[in-house]
Each structure stands twice: as C-alpha cells, then as structure tokens.
C-alpha cells in the first residue's frame, strides 16, 4: 500500500526567509506523481507543485520548488523568499499513473511570522 | 477559483438524516472525485466517477454513494448520518481518468457538514 508521511506537524518561518517541508512515501511502482497541495484558511485545495517520478529534473513554480530523491522516496518543498500569503497548512501527495486514488500525508501547518 | 462548484458550502443537520452534496466540475473535466477531510482520519478518497460511470472506490462507506449525471455534474449522497461523518467534503475534477498527461486534479472549496 502506498503511504505518504509528512513528519512535520507544524513549522514556521520568518517572513522573507526560506522553509523547506518534507515528505517521505512508501511504493513498489515506478511510475507515479508527487504533488504538494496548499489549504489556506478558506479551507480550498489549492495545487501548488507537481513532480513526475520518471522525470530527473526538479519541478519548480516560482518561489516554490521541490528536491525530490527517488530512491529515497523523498519529496520535499522548498518555499523561497517566504510571503505571509504562504501560512497554511501544506499537504503532500501521491499517485499512482494508471491509479485513481491520490493518496494525502497528513499536512504540516506553515506559520509565517512578520 | 478552480472552477470546480459545490454546494452547499454548509450544512447542519441531525443524526439519522440524509443529505446532498452536489458538485459541477471544471467546464471539460469528465472525472469527478470526491474526498472527505475529518480531524481524525485527514484526506481520504472516497469515489472517482469518469463521465458517468465509477471508476474508483476508496474508503467510502455503504451509508454513502455517489453518481454523475450526463451533463457530467455530481452528487454525493450521505445517509443515516452519525456523528462522526461530521467533515469537510471536498469535490475535485479533472480532464481525463489518470493523472498521466498533464492531467491534474483540481478542488472545490468544499462543503462543511455538521452533525449534530
């Protein structure tokens, strides 16, 4: 079965400064993508960064980018330059390619302090 | 906004009754999932459906079902509520049925169901 574990119950970070979150899944498959999904207050999923396993290259958005270590099955999130538009709670997640169900860590609640 | 509707955005109501969520997704998704996010059990899938028919089935209970319309819009159903189906119930859609593809899974805002 695939699990995602987020370790970080909580983290907070100085406004301007830099966080990285972390994620470690558990699979068997080979061909699969890693998301990191942002739930601000308003409660709405928002996507923030996606990750295909078979590419080697980490995925960057803007201030957010991603250090993704396959045989470590690791997948954390870096969040650059840190805004206070940023707290929230950040959730990663795992699918399978050919597979429906999008598997959530349990979430890491951001604060960013001014 | 994702582009993906539901409603309502909250709901109370008593143990034992049955309610509706209703969900439209992104104008040219076919895939409708639905999600549950409780306290204590965090994001759980429940149900996929692709252009009218299920797809996938996760953790969702035989208290619960779901279908998709022909005009691709999507209802869960939840009956003999308990007091601990108390949750956030999201909606999400996407173009095609797996993630492959570009194919990313976006999310309504949810609707909050409280029972009391």
């Known amino acids: 079965a695939q699990t995602v574990t987020q370790s970080q119950p909580e983290m907070s970070v100085q406004e301007a400064e830099t966080v990285t979150l972390s994620c470690t899944y558990d699979?068997?498959?080979?061909?699969?993508?890693l998301f990191w999904y942002k739930q601000p207050p308003s409660r709405q999923m928002i996507l923030v960064i996606r990750q295909e396993a078979y590419k080697q290259q980490n995925a960057t958005e803007n201030r957010f980018s991603v250090n993704f270590q396959k045989a470590a099955k690791s997948f954390s999130l870096k969040i650059s330059d840190s805004q206070l538009g940023d707290a929230a709670m950040y959730f990663c997640a795992y699918r399978r390619s050919n597979n429906n169900d999008m598997r959530f860590g349990a979430g890491t609640r951001l604060t960013v302090k001014p | 906004d994702s582009g993906v509707t539901q409603t309502p955005k909250h709901l109370i109501t008593a143990t034992g009754q049955r309610v509706t969520l209703r969900c439209s997704p992104r104008s040219g998704d076919l895939s409708v999932y639905w999600y549950q996010q409780s306290l204590d059990q965090g994001l759980q899938f429940l149900i996929q459906?692709?252009?009218?028919?299920?797809?996938a089935k996760g953790n969702i209970l035989e208290r619960f079902s779901a279908q998709q319309f022909p005009d691709l819009h999507s209802e869960l159903n939840l009956s003999s509520l308990e007091l601990g189906d108390s949750a956030l119930y999201f909606c999400a859609s996407s173009v095609g049925l797996t993630v492959s593809s570009g194919n990313t899974i976006y999310f309504g805002e949810g609707s909050w169901l409280t029972v009391v």
């Open positions: 699979t068997s498959e080979s061909d699969y993508y």
């Open positions: 459906y692709y252009n009218g028919e299920e797809r």
